[in-house]
């Protein structure tokens, strides 16, 4: 079992930056494929960033060059650093860790862009 504790969501100004950070429990989070999801009001959940525990990784096209996915599997967190926010970055924030069959999901950090 893991459980998956978001943070660092929160109100910014469009251009602005934001870090979210996601503390995983147990051990097997190293093996995992971390990422972070988002869902916007009336959208379904999306891909934004994932990073394999090699340390590949995959963006959505609306985020490259903006946001950096980073992970220490030492410390069972990985962060999304988002820079240049715009507004249509509005959404709820969500980590995910995915091996095999296994699947989970943390509860949910919001983050509003102002324009």
């Known amino acids: 079992q893991v459980q998956l504790a978001e943070s660092g969501g929160g109100l910014v100004q469009a251009g602005g930056s934001l870090r979210l950070s996601c503390v995983a429990s147990g051990r097997l989070f190293t093996f995992a494929v971390a990422g972070w999801y988002c869902q916007a009001p009336g959208k379904q959940r999306e891909l934004v960033a994932t990073m394999t525990s090699g340390g590949s990784t995959n963006y959505a096209d609306s985020v490259k060059g903006r946001f950096t996915i980073s992970r220490d599997n030492a410390k069972n967190t990985v962060t999304l650093q988002m820079n240049s926010l715009k507004p249509e970055d509005t959404a709820v924030y969500y980590c995910?860790?995915?091996?095999?069959?296994?699947?989970?999901w943390g509860q949910g950090t919001q983050v509003t862009v102002s324009s």
């Open positions: 995910n860790a995915h091996w095999g069959l296994m699947n989970y």
